[in-house]
């Protein structure tokens, strides 16, 4: 038996009194609530688009629910910051720019038209950040700070024209919002078409936001076309689908590429009795996994809400960040960056995979007519996804930047 004296027996007491409190605070620092991780949600929340891009912040925030279930991203949950665009592509360059040097998001997921990703594409470059886009377009571009998991235009606009064609009719009606997108898909279109023996027999332009159709009806009812190309965007298809109702080309086949399920079941009234759409997903795919994702969706955001392709591609894009970010070790947006090109995803389209190479993801075409209820009934369908071609083969990269650069001169 060891005799201490009281001065010692002080000591000892002090001693252990100080070990537990550096324990006891090692304990409490390291089981704190951990930080969340901000990301960044940038659509227009108001304007002329913000009917198309609101469902896609849901999207986002299914998303994030989901992730802060499973545990979050790296052990921390996730935080969505919301900017809203406000259908101007200055708004969303400001906002863009807000959201990574004062907000201190991780990441942005973002834009609809490609005005919009135009103007925040030098942002995210300059500041070496990252941004999810989840809406078709036009191809011709590729930034080493863009993820594009919307469809690339051998996987819509190329293989939806040659359907309307060959199952429509050859003689072609261009109608499209006066933008970078509808014009630069048009380009591609007049190419199909002149090589499979059609005629573009008119090309017209209206304002985003546009509800004046008089000119343009009376010119679809004078030229009675086999088929309209649609490549309106925002609230003016629902002025366009309106006026066509009154007239005697109410029946004339339309093929949209940019109106899904969501905008369609906003206005159950608008049925049109030939109206198509190319898109890589549809709400009534028959797959256990997209029944699931239906369903979430819908408990989450209420029973009457509809699913569509800038839905989906918007609800994979988070979730092909989460899995870079957590191979990566980190949410900085350049360790991210790279991770992001070996991932897949298992989505409610089915495999889901970044290409490495553009930057672009593999994805199924699908089209379908629409049904009274607002859903579509698949037509076709490709047996397997396609490697995205942002910039189609049949010409070479120096061509296709001419048709940016004639593009860009018309907007002026």
Not at 245 to 254: G, M
Not at 372 to 381: K, S
């Amino acid at each position: 038996m060891i005799l201490l004296t009281p001065s010692v027996k002080m000591l000892v007491t002090l001693t252990v009194f100080v070990l537990l409190a550096v324990v006891t605070g090692w304990a409490i620092q390291n089981h704190k609530p951990q930080q969340p991780i901000r990301i960044g949600v940038l659509h227009s929340l108001t304007g002329t688009m913000a009917v198309s891009e609101r469902p896609l912040v849901d999207a986002v925030q299914l998303a994030v629910t989901e992730i802060n279930a499973r545990g979050g991203v790296l052990g921390r949950p996730l935080e969505m910051v919301v900017a809203d665009g406000q259908s101007d592509e200055t708004v969303f360059a400001r906002e863009a720019e807000r959201l990574i040097t004062q907000e201190k998001v991780s990441v942005i997921f973002g834009c609809w038209t490609s005005a919009s990703r135009k103007a925040v594409k030098p942002v995210v470059e300059e500041y070496r950040h990252l941004l999810f886009y989840p809406v078709q377009y036009e191809g011709l571009e590729q930034s080493p700070n863009i993820i594009y998991t919307g469809s690339a235009p051998n996987q819509q606009i190329i293989p939806g024209t040659h359907w309307a064609l060959d199952n429509l009719g050859k003689r072609v009606y261009l109608l499209g919002s006066d933008y970078v997108f509808p014009r630069t898909a048009n380009r591609i279109i007049r190419d199909i078409v002149r090589v499979s023996g059609g005629q573009v027999i008119a090309e017209r332009y209206l304002p985003l936001g546009s509800s004046d159709m008089e000119a343009t009806m009376a010119e679809i009812q004078r030229l009675k076309p086999d088929v309209i190309l649609n490549t309106i965007n925002g609230d003016s298809n629902f002025n366009f689908f309106r006026a066509l109702q009154t007239t005697d080309a109410k029946n004339v086949p339309i093929l949209s590429f940019s109106v899904s399920e969501a905008e369609l079941t906003n206005h159950p009234e608008l049925s049109l009795n030939a109206h198509y759409a190319v898109w890589s997903y549809f709400q009534s795919i028959a797959t256990v996994n997209n029944r699931r994702f239906v369903a979430d969706y819908q408990r989450l955001f209420g029973a009457q809400r509809v699913t569509g392709d800038p839905i989906e591609a918007a609800y994979v894009g988070v979730n092909l960040w989460a899995q870079a970010a957590q191979d990566a070790g980190s949410v900085e947006p350049e360790r991210v960056n790279n991770a992001v090109l070996l991932q897949s995803f298992d989505a409610p389209s089915g495999i889901i995979s970044v290409d490495r190479v553009t930057r672009h993801v593999w994805k199924r075409v699908r089209i379908g007519k629409t049904e009274p209820d607002g859903q579509f009934m698949e037509l076709y369908a490709s047996p397997y996804p396609l490697r995205p071609e942002p910039f189609p083969s049949y010409r070479s990269y120096a061509e296709w930047q001419r048709v940016v650069e004639a593009v860009s001169e018309e907007l002026k």
